[in-house]
């Protein structure tokens, strides 16, 4: 399986912390990622007490950031809820052009969706579990346009997919009975697929319902 992720771009806020596990501090803080299109993306991005130690940043500061897709199921909320991260390993301040790219290897764990914009263009969303080396799952949503979009739709659950792309942030109205709420959603917009068939593999199960929303 792989997974990895290099971002650069510029900080929106200061970190904050955002939990602790097995005795370490963990913070959280967006990145603003500009596309070739101009259009901003607004990514979380998880780092370590330490790392931060080693590399202290604050709001406005450009920084590159190497390191993995993560997620984890937030059951806080009235259902479970998909939050989306960029987990870092290694970060640098540094000056350069944004940047967002990113290789995942792992099994469609779900039926991929396939439907035509009213414009005509074809879009397929699937979700791809990858596994870390510990025996957990990560699972990440993810989208595809046009011709790539027509042989996503062409998988099964199990089969194994190695792809490149782009981890975006998006923002959508949902209706609730007595509202409306903004809400982003984060996924990965594929750019290139290799897909053969396989068996299935994912290490925590996959028939797990599962939301992308933040």
């Not at 450009?62 to 897709?69: A, D, L, M, S």
């Not at 809820?81 to 792992?106: K, S, W």
């Not at 068996?199 to 199960?205: D, K, Q």
Request: negative net charge; glycine residues 8%.
């Amino acid at each position: 399986m792989e997974n990895e992720i290099m971002l650069h771009g510029q900080l929106a806020l200061a970190p904050r912390v955002s939990h602790a596990n097995h005795g370490e501090t963990f913070y959280i803080f967006p990145l603003r990622v500009r596309r070739l299109s101009g259009t901003e993306d607004r990514l979380n991005v998880v780092a370590s007490e330490r790392l931060l130690r080693l590399c202290a940043v604050d709001e406005g500061d450009e920084v590159t950031v190497q390191g993995q897709v993560r997620s984890f199921n937030d059951r806080t909320a009235d259902k479970n809820r998909l939050v989306i991260t960029a987990f870092a390993r290694q970060m640098r301040r540094e000056r350069g052009p944004d940047e967002n790219h990113l290789r995942l290897a792992g099994v469609l764990c779900k039926p991929p969706s396939f439907r035509r914009t009213p414009l005509g263009r074809d879009i397929c969303d699937m979700m791809l579990a990858v596994n870390r080396t510990y025996g957990r799952a990560d699972y990440l949503p993810c989208i595809s346009w046009g011709a790539l979009a027509y042989r996503c739709a062409q998988l099964g659950v199990g089969d194994p997919v190695a792809l490149e792309g782009r981890l975006q942030s998006r923002t959508y109205t949902k209706r609730l009975e007595d509202r409306e709420e903004l809400r982003t959603a984060f996924e990965v917009s594929v750019m290139t697929m290799d897909a053969q068939e396989g068996e299935l593999n994912c290490a925590n199960g996959c028939e797990e319902e599962l939301t992308a929303d933040s």
